[in-house]
């Protein structure tokens, strides 16, 4: 999570209202010092706080999301486009004393999360810190085990966060490898080491590429740290047994790919 009191000052300077992504962070959270209190991603961390519960991320319904505001002209403009611009929302109009009229009042979308999704998300609610803790201990697992690895760096630790562990990424010292990023990645994969890198710049996408012309050298510092990125496995429900096959599997191929 970012230090949001810098992007609430930056957007006030500018007289820009914000846009919280936190569709990875829940239930993550900063504080300005350490005498300060926790400020939770959501809790007007922004203007308006995207969450996302596809089957992925640190809880879910299996697909959907969420925005949330203390804005009341905010929430109720979201609440109208969500369903179709409808002038009433769609529980009342079936309700006693709800009226069976309806207009379509502005272009909305179909963007209201289903009651089903709606049913797993209130009981995963609940758990959503206690999941978070276990994915932290897996995390302290993992950069305790390979803090003596010269071949990799690990994530950092601010103490002014609390993380939500949604992924776990580490950057090869590509200077001290004899292999590339994408070879490292085929031979975990090889190894049955489920991984991944997360995520390609904007400029190394094709539509960024041919609209604005952007090439890797416009922005060196992205592309530089894309090239060393792998995000290791970590999630709630993994077991002891396979983190260590994970620590096991990266010592043995940084061993042997060490210049």
């Given amino acids: 999570m970012m230090d949001v009191e810098a992007v609430r000052n930056l957007a006030a300077k500018l007289d820009l209202w914000t846009v919280e992504d936190a569709a990875h962070a829940f239930p993550s959270a900063w504080r300005k010092a350490s005498d300060q ?7 007007q961390t922004g203007a308006v706080s995207c969450f996302s519960f596809y089957a992925n991320k640190t809880m879910t319904t299996g697909e959907g999301g969420m925005a949330v505001t203390a804005d009341g002209d905010l929430a109720d403009r979201m609440r109208l486009m969500s369903l179709h611009g409808l002038s ?10 709800g009226s069976w009229d309806y207009k379509i009042v ?3 979308f179909k963007y209201n999360l289903t009651d089903i999704a ?5 009981h995963q609610l609940p758990r959503a810190e206690q999941m978070r803790q276990e994915r932290e ?33 580490i950057r090869l010292r590509l200077d001290r490898l004899k292999i590339d990023r994408d070879a490292f990645i085929s031979e975990l994969k090889e190894a049955g080491v489920g991984c991944s890198v997360h995520w390609r710049p904007l400029h190394l996408h094709p539509y960024y590429e041919q609209t604005f ?5 416009d922005f060196p510092v992205a592309t ?19 983190v260590e ?3 096991e599997t990266i010592r043995g191929l940084c061993e042997r790919h060490a210049r």
Avoid at 118 to 122: H, R, S
Avoid at 213 to 217: D, L, Q
Avoid at 224 to 241: E, G, H, N, T
């Fill in 37 to 43: 209190p926790w400020q939770f991603c959501g809790n």
């Fill in 88 to 97: 009433h929302d769609s529980w009342l109009r079936y309700s006693a004393n």
């Fill in 106 to 108: 502005a272009p909305g």
């Fill in 118 to 122: 709606a049913a797993l998300g209130i």
């Fill in 137 to 169: 201990r897996l995390a302290r697992w993992y950069l305790e085990s390979l803090a003596d690895i010269e071949e990799i760096e690990l994530p950092p630790e601010p103490n002014d966060r609390i993380h939500s562990w949604h992924l776990f990424p």
């Fill in 213 to 217: 012309g952007w090439k890797p050298e």
């Fill in 224 to 242: 530089a740290v894309w090239q060393r990125l792998v995000s290791l496995p970590i999630f709630s429900a993994m077991k002891d047994a396979e």
């Fill in 245 to 247: 096959f994970v620590l």
